[in-house]
Every structure is written in C-alpha cells, then in structure tokens.
C-alpha cells in the first residue's frame, strides 16, 4: 500500500497567516490526490482535487500543487474558519490511503 | 440535494457480523462511484473500500480485505456495507461518501462499536 506522510501532524498560526502543510507519498502517484478540511462533529470536505484543482465553492484562498511524490496545500491568509484539521488522499491505486492529518490550531 | 444517509452501526460483539446501509438520493446514483471511509473518534480518517457504477472495480483497505464486502443496489439507490468477523480495532464512525471531484459528498456516519 501507498504511504502518505503528512506533515506537520498539527500548528499554531494566527489569523491572516500564510500556512503550509504537506504530504509526501511513497511513490509516484501523479497528480491522484485530493485535500480536505474536517471540522469536529462534521463530515469532511473536498477542498482541492487533481492535486491543485479548486472545488466549486471553496474560497482562492486554498490551492494546491505538486505531482509525483511531494504535495502542498497552501492557505495563503487564514481565516477564523479555517481552524479544522486537514487531510490528503491519493486515489492513485487501491488500496486508497490518508494522511494522519494536520490539525490547525490557534 | 445530494443526501447519504448511512443506517446499520450499533453495538457488536467481536466475532461477530453487521451489515451497514447508506440511501443515497438526489443524484444519478447508478452513474457515481461509492466509497466507505471510516474513522475512530478523535482520530483520522481511514479509506476503507470504494465500488464503481457497476461493480465491475472494487478495493478494499488492507485492514478489511477477506472480512468486509462491499455492494450496491442501483435500483434501490443503496450502498452497502458487509462486515464479518468484526474485531475491537473495527470500532468507528462509518461514513458513506460519493467520488465526483474527489470525495464531493458525504453522510453523517453510522457508529459501530465493537465491544464484549
């Protein structure tokens, strides 16, 4: 199975801060991942698809790049809304696999 | 309104079997591919199987495969969940998910406890 290291597993930031987490797979996967935000007591949410694909909806201030085995989800300016926990996935080959998580706290 | 509403958790024995449901609604369901994720409470989010529009293409997490099958009913809009030989580390909040752009759409969860 493909390993997804996420990193950091959490962070302090502050309001208007410019945050970055990552994850690294242990292989190539392409671009097959997705990123996503969950708050406690709800369902995640798809923030990023493909790797750096917007979903309908989700403020610009989100993006994602990478491709092969090194992945970023950058929050360019946070917001009092965007302290969740946030996950990646591939969904390159099955079985498919999470990252631990970051969770980010103020 | 896409809605997935997951039935079936409780609380089990070890050893022994449980059958999840999720009712999917508000989209075609017979075109979409169906995803169980589940996840331990407080803890991460695990990828536990996924089955194509016709189930030609299933997978399963390593921690699952030979215990759990997954199905679906297209006719019935439903999803399911087969989960045998159910073990205390099987303990968690199940959700159901569609993959559209990523996993789009998600129930609330069903909680199965396995316990003695």
């Known amino acids: 199975a493909i390993q997804m290291t996420q990193s950091p597993s959490s962070l302090s930031a502050s309001v208007g801060d410019r945050v970055t987490i990552t994850c690294r797979a242990s292989q190539g996967i392409r671009n097959d991942l997705s990123w996503y935000q969950q708050k406690p007591g709800k369902a995640p949410k798809v923030l990023i698809y493909?790797?750096?694909s917007l979903q309908s909806g989700v403020p610009a201030r989100f993006s994602g790049s990478g491709s092969g085995t090194d992945f970023t989800l950058t929050i360019s300016s946070l917001q009092p809304e965007d302290f969740a926990t946030y996950y990646c996935?591939?969904?390159?080959?099955?079985?498919?696999?999470f990252g631990q998580g970051t969770k980010v706290e103020i | 309104e896409v809605q997935l509403v997951e039935s079936g958790g409780g609380l089990v024995q070890p050893g022994r079997s449980l059958r999840l449901s999720c009712a999917a609604s508000g989209f075609n369901f017979g075109d979409s591919a169906m995803h169980w994720v589940r996840q331990v409470l407080g803890k991460g989010l695990e990828w536990v199987s996924c089955?194509?529009?016709?189930?030609?293409?299933?997978g399963y997490a390593d921690s699952v495969k030979g215990r759990f099958t997954i199905s679906r009913d297209n006719a019935k809009n439903s999803l399911y969940l087969q989960m045998n030989s159910l073990r205390t580390e099987d303990t968690a909040l199940y959700f159901c998910?569609?993959?559209?752009?990523?996993?789009?759409?998600w129930g609330q969860g069903t909680l199965v406890t396995v316990s003695s």
């Open positions: 493909a790797a750096s």
């Open positions: 089955i194509n529009w016709n189930s030609a293409s299933i």
């Open positions: 998910t569609k993959w559209l752009a990523g996993l789009e759409y």
């Open positions: 996935l591939q969904d390159y080959s099955y079985p498919w696999t």
